[in-house]
Every structure is written in structure tokens, then in C-alpha cells.
């Protein structure tokens, strides 16, 4: 749990059917691996920091993280203490297709979800009529969390190819109110806002802690708390300052998203491609929509290749975020994200069905 990887000690680490020098991703990289390889039809994942959309990117396979709740959820377990106010997880589809995705989540929100479950929100599936063309708003590169040559590459190929189809293409400018960084250090600051008890699994048993989890990645070497004093003040005061904060993220999100008048957004779905096991990092372009509790969908689109993307994509050190190996992510699958507002989730699909169907043109023309 809490890692971009997959191992644990009783039945080791997780492979990746692409190359298994790589992770499939985590921590819900078990479903992502045997979806793609075909081992499953379709799968379901937990998503609190991007645990659907990160084996689905590093696996190459579509991946949909839902507005938390609208999937019953209850029954799962949880490292956090219950009852503090916290992110929310969301359950939702791993597939090698969106009519897979839509399959099932049409079937499992339409049933009474709330008589299962009475944690879930019964808000049954809608049929949306979206634009023809589209005006879609591109996610500034965070400086902070630089993408990777394929990636960066990836997206630019991408905003080109949804141009041309006759979308509408905005680059969102940059801006601190809506900061990538601003909102995984905001994320951080839940997570770490009861005590860490996970100590006292690892104790009298002498059991050795999973390598990418005792790294202990985090997003604070972007910035400063975004609650002053955090460390300093009371529980409730801090629980108090903390919902201000996020509160203010989601209203500049909403005057951000309004004011460039977009129907849908494309974003990196990380940094990176697959990597290899132990060096995923923190996950920032997944953990930013978790906080808003956006809808957002992984579609693979392309491939790394060391010829194509041979430049470096680090001018400085950017803390413990995995550095790019160009011959070690070889032939790799790159991926975009959809996202849509909360609640949004008919629209986020109609939209990254649309949005595949052109990449997949671009792809084709590429493999012959």
C-alpha cells in the first residue's frame, strides 16, 4: 500500500508483462499486470494517490479512477485511523478498452449501490450528449516534476493529433493557486495528520519493510507546508486550517477550469513511463486529482524509444523522483490522463472515448 510498486514478502514483487525489468506499477500493480497480459478480462482497483492509473500507464492499459464513493468501497481496509478527515479512495475499472470500462461502470452505478453499501453514493449513470468538438485545456508541466522525454514527447503528439482532428486545443498557463506541487504537498499533509502506527506491524516479528515503502517518498522538497505552522499547531486547529486550504484549491481549480472555458483536461498520468522496481517516486499528476476528487481516465498512447527521446530530462535534481534511462525504459508504454470535475465521470468517459479514438488513428498510422 502507498507505493508505485508491487511486492510484498510472502509472495514477492509483481512483474510487468511488458518488461519485466520494470514495475507493473502500484499498489493495485497485481491487476494492472494480469490485465495485460490477459490473464483477466477486466479487473478492479483502489485509487487514493493513483493506485488505478499508475499500473494501468506502467502496464499499458486503460485505467478509470471514478468520484470517490460512486463505486461502493466500503469493507476495505485502511492504514489510516478511521474518522480523522482524510482523502477518499475510489474503486474503478483496470481494461484493455474503454467499452470494457464502460461496461462495467455503467452496470455496477446504475444497481442500487447504497443497499450493499452505505458508504456509497447511489446517483444511478447518466447518458450525456458532450460536444463534437471539444475545447481541451493541457495541464502546464509542473517545474518541479518534469516530464520525461517520451512523455513530454507523448503529450505534445497527442495535443497535435486532437488539433488536427478539429478539437480545440488550450495550454493552460502556469499557476500557483492550482499548482501540481501545492496540491501533493496539501495531499502530504493528510496523510501524516494522525500518528504513524505502522511500526507495530513490522516489530516482534522481525519482518523486513518492502523497499519502495520504506523509502518513505514524499512531495515536501517541492515547497513548504501549504498550512503554516503545520507541525506546530493543535489537532483540531491543524484539521481546521488544513480544510481551509483545500477548500481554497478547489475554488481556484473551479475559477481556473471556467475562466479558459474547457470542457475536459489532458494531463500527463506521471512523469514517466513504467520504471525500474523501487524507483517510482511519489506520484504527482495522479495524487493532484485524489485531492480534488476528479474523474480521470489513463489512455496508453505510444511507446518510449531511446532514439526518439535520447535528450536528458533533468537539468537539476528534483528530490527522489526517478531519473530517465533512456535504454532502460526502452519500448515502454507512455499514456495521457483525462480528467473532468467531480462527479463528472459519464462526461470524463465520453470524453476520453472521443479522445482515444483519435490516438488510436495516430497509432495505427505509426505501426504500418
Known sequence: MMTGDSENNIFGRTLNPQNTSLTAGGSSGGEGSLVAFRGSILGIGTDIAGSIRIPALCCG????????????????????????????????PLAHDLDDIDLILRTIISSRTDDYDSTAIFSPWRTVQIPRRLRIGILAEEKVFPLHPPIRRAMREAAEALAEAGHEIVHLPQDQSTSVSLANRLAFSYYILGPDRSHEHFGPQGEPRVTSVAARYNPMFSGPFPVEAYRELEPFDKMNQLHIARRAYHEAWRRHWLAHNIDVLLAPAAQNTAVPHDTYGWPPYTQIWNLLDYPACVIPFGKADKQLDSEQSYE?????????????VDGAPCAVQVVERNFRDEECLAAAKMIDEVLRKVTARVSR
Request: aromatic residues 12%; hydrophobic residues 30%; without cysteine.
Open 61 to 92: 492499459i486503460y485505467g478509470f479512477k471514478p468520484s470517490a464513493n460512486r463505486v461502493p468501497y466500503g469493507g476495505q481496509a485502511s492504514s489510516g485511523i478511521q474518522g480523522l478527515p482524510k482523502l477518499t479512495a475510489s474503486a474503478g
Open 316 to 328: 537539476d535534481d528534483f528530490g527522489p523522483q526517478p531519473k530517465y534511462d533512456a535504454a532502460a
